[in-house]
Each structure stands twice: as structure tokens, then as C-alpha cells.
């Protein structure tokens, strides 16, 4: 980042600016060490708030390409616009991002209004899954403050915390 390191930092503090309730979300999983279902709930947060600030347009063309299944964008769709647009770090097929958006989306739902059983994480997923939505936001953040892809690859590829949930 060091050819580029003053847009970098501009950027992130445009960024830092106008989203400060992500990152206050962020230092607070950082600080208190929440335990895995509300980290999991604050990283979807984080990503549905990115989603509807930065990520808008996308997210309508994913809803649109899934056949407008609701009345309006889903949370899956803006958790499948976000995973794709970062999907190179780990070479994830559309197949697959639609599949852990669902699964993300669907286990949200689940823990926030308990309405269907079948959605529900295992202890497993609900260990697994924040860690690689900590990294999808973190690629995400870097690829929109613009560091450069080949250096955000290299640096969240192959996460031993979630390499055998994707």
C-alpha cells in the first residue's frame, strides 16, 4: 500500500466518518470477546449496514438475477452482493455464495425472531461463521478504501477458523 498509502488513508477516514457504528460494533467484539451467536449477530449486522449504505444498487441487481423472490431485497441478497464482490479471496463459485448467503440470512433470521427450527446454526457454524464474516467485512472495507486485490488476498486467504465451513 505504500505507492498508495495517502488515497488509502483518505479514504478510510471518509469511510471512518460516515459508518462509525460498524466500527464502534467491531472495537466492541474486539474489547469484550462476545460470545459466538452475538458475534455472529453484530457481524451480520455490520454487513447489513454496509449493505444499505455502500452496497445498495448491487444488492437490487442480486435480488433482480434471484427472480425477485420478495417484495424487496432480502438480507441474503445483501449478504450474497457483499461475499461476491470479494469471493476472489477464497474462490468461492456463485453456487456456493448463494448457498452460505441463505445460510447466513436464514440463521440471522432464526436467532433474531426464532420462527423456524431448521434454520437454526450448529454449534459448529455458529463458531465458524463470524470468523468469515469478520474477514468478507475486512475485504470488503480494504477492496472500498482501495488497497489493492492481490495484497487483500494474500492477507485473508485460508483462514483455519472457517477453511472447512467453505
Known amino acids: 500500500i505504500n505507492n498508495n498509502f495517502l488515497a488509502i488513508y483518505e479514504n478510510f477516514n471518509i469511510l471512518l466518518e460516515k459508518s462509525l457504528p460498524i466500527f464502534d460494533i467491531y472495537l466492541d467484539i474486539l474489547k469484550y470477546k462476545p460470545s459466538d451467536l452475538n458475534r455472529f449477530l453484530n457481524y451480520t449486522q455490520i ?87 469478520e474477514d468478507v467485512i475486512l475485504a470488503y472495507i480494504y477492496h472500498y478504501i482501495g488497497v489493492d486485490n492481490t495484497l487483500i488476498k494474500s492477507s485473508l486467504n485460508y483462514n483455519i477458523y472457517y477453511d472447512k465451513f467453505i
Request: net charge positive; proline share 2%; charged share 25%.
Open 47 to 133: 454487513l447489513e449496514y454496509i449493505s444499505k449504505n455502500y452496497d445498495s444498487q448491487n444488492a437490487n441487481n442480486v435480488w433482480v438475477k434471484n427472480g425477485k423472490p420478495s417484495g424487496k431485497v432480502t438480507l441474503s441478497d445483501r449478504i450474497e452482493s457483499i461475499i461476491g464482490q470479494v469471493a476472489y479471496v477464497w474462490s468461492l463459485n456463485s453456487k456456493k455464495i448463494y448457498k452460505l448467503s441463505r445460510k447466513i440470512a436464514d440463521g440471522r433470521n432464526y436467532y433474531n425472531h426464532h420462527t423456524d427450527e431448521t434454520k437454526r446454526l450448529t454449534n459448529d457454524e455458529l463458531f465458524r461463521i463470524p470468523y468469515f464474516l
